[in-house]
């Protein structure tokens, strides 16, 4: 068996696995990892996981150490050099008249490399821009055009929730979210209620979605007709995790019941449940 970790690559890089090897290491330590480039810095982001011997190890780079005070120094340096670099981008930027936003600057730990993102409606031609930058700052220079969820995810923030964004803190990729996902969860489809810092669909909406679409099915359409004890009626509501409908009964009646309690309803009116032994599939609606 061998250990491994979570660590993101400098601050706005991506999360990857390393070999710890006999580097003791715990969640939120900094340390000095092993690139295709040379040697990088970077936090752990997880507990340290043991993974068995009989799988394939993949092309996991090695943890190199714990970062040292001395490598703490040079990554405090490395980040200040990184805001006078970001200051002399955008006086370039205006130069060669460049419709872009600089978002995020970030040298390499061992400063052989300079990495600005960005962002802008198109393709930018930056390749006089990558020129200049190259002349003055005497390093490999490497411009990457972002989208706005990538920017959140490098300047952070609160969500709705009152907690640190999920993109800035444990996402390691970015999942496809859809407004279906909102519909399954009875969501109001108001943009300010469903969107993130980023403007996208809420990342979150992915989270519970299969519970939902498990819950759903077996449930009655609203306004099919059901027979329940009182008498036939119309399903105005549904509570899909109390597994609950509001039956309007006419007159000004409704009730709120059980489905198990509803009784000769249409199967046509209802979703269907899926009875494979292999588990649920999606059905479409």
Same mark, same amino acid.
């Given at each position: 068996?061998?250990?491994?970790? #979570?660590?993101?690559?400098?601050?706005?890089?991506?999360?990857?696995?390393?070999?710890?090897?006999?580097?003791?290491? *715990?969640?939120?330590?900094?340390?000095?990892?092993e690139?295709?480039?040379g040697?990088?810095?970077?936090?752990?982001?997880?507990?340290?996981?043991?993974?068995?011997?009989?799988?394939?190890?993949?092309?996991?780079?090695?943890?190199?150490?714990?970062?040292?005070?001395?490598?703490?120094?040079?990554? %405090?340096?490395?980040?200040?050099?990184?805001?006078?670099? %970001?200051? $002399?981008?955008?006086?370039?930027?205006?130069?060669?008249?460049?419709?872009?936003?600089?978002?995020?600057v *970030?040298?390499? +730990?061992?400063?052989? $490399?300079?990495?600005?993102? +960005? %962002?802008?409606?198109?393709?930018?031609?930056?390749?006089?821009?990558?020129?200049?930058?190259?002349?003055?700052?005497?390093?490999?220079?490497?411009?990457?055009?972002?989208?706005?969820?990538?920017?959140?995810?490098?300047?952070?923030?609160?969500?709705?929730?009152?907690?640190?964004?999920?993109?800035?803190?444990?996402?390691?990729?970015?999942?496809?979210?859809?407004?279906?996902?909102?519909?399954?969860?009875?969501?109001?489809?108001?943009?300010?209620?469903?969107?993130?810092?980023?403007?996208?669909?809420?990342?979150?909406?992915?989270?519970?979605?299969?519970?939902?679409?498990?819950? $759903?099915k077996?449930?009655?359409?609203?306004?099919?007709?059901?027979?329940?004890?009182?008498?036939?009626?119309?399903?105005?509501?549904?509570?899909?995790?109390? #597994?609950?409908?509001?039956?309007?009964?006419?007159?000004?009646?409704?009730?709120?019941?059980?489905?198990k309690?509803?009784?000769?309803?249409?199967k046509?009116?209802?979703?269907?449940?899926?009875?494979?032994? %292999?588990?649920?599939?999606?059905?479409?609606?």
């Open positions: 068996m061998y250990r491994v970790v #979570q660590v993101r690559i400098r601050e706005a890089g991506r999360i990857h696995y390393f070999k710890t090897g006999d580097v003791s290491l *715990e969640a939120g330590d900094h340390c000095i990892v690139t295709d480039r040697c990088d810095y970077g936090e752990v982001v997880s507990e340290p996981e043991m993974v068995l011997d009989a799988e394939p190890e993949r092309t996991l780079k090695k943890v190199l150490r714990r970062a040292s005070s001395g490598d703490e120094e040079q990554i %405090s340096r490395n980040k200040e050099e990184a805001k006078k670099a %970001s200051d $002399k981008c955008i006086e370039k930027i205006a130069a060669h008249n460049l419709v872009m936003k600089l978002i995020y *970030e040298y390499s +730990f061992d400063r052989h $490399k300079l990495i600005f993102y +960005f %962002s802008a409606e198109g393709r930018i031609d930056f390749r006089e821009l990558v020129k200049d930058l190259a002349a003055v700052f005497k390093a490999r220079i490497e411009l990457r055009q972002i989208g706005v969820r990538d920017e959140a995810k490098i300047l952070g923030g609160i969500g709705c929730c009152g907690r640190p964004l999920c993109c800035a803190s444990f996402l390691r990729e970015f999942v496809p979210v859809n407004i279906k996902m909102a519909k399954n969860q009875r969501l109001p489809l108001n943009p300010d209620k469903i969107s993130g810092v980023c403007g996208r669909l809420l990342c979150c909406l992915k989270y519970e979605n299969e519970t939902y679409k498990k819950y $759903k077996g449930m009655p359409v609203e306004g099919s007709k059901v027979t329940t004890k009182q008498g036939e009626g119309v399903v105005k509501d549904i509570n899909i995790l109390k #597994q609950t409908v509001v039956v309007d009964l006419g007159e000004g009646r409704t009730v709120n019941l059980p489905v309690e509803l009784i000769g309803e249409l046509k009116n209802f979703r269907k449940k899926d009875k494979s032994p %292999s588990g649920p599939k999606e059905t479409q609606e």
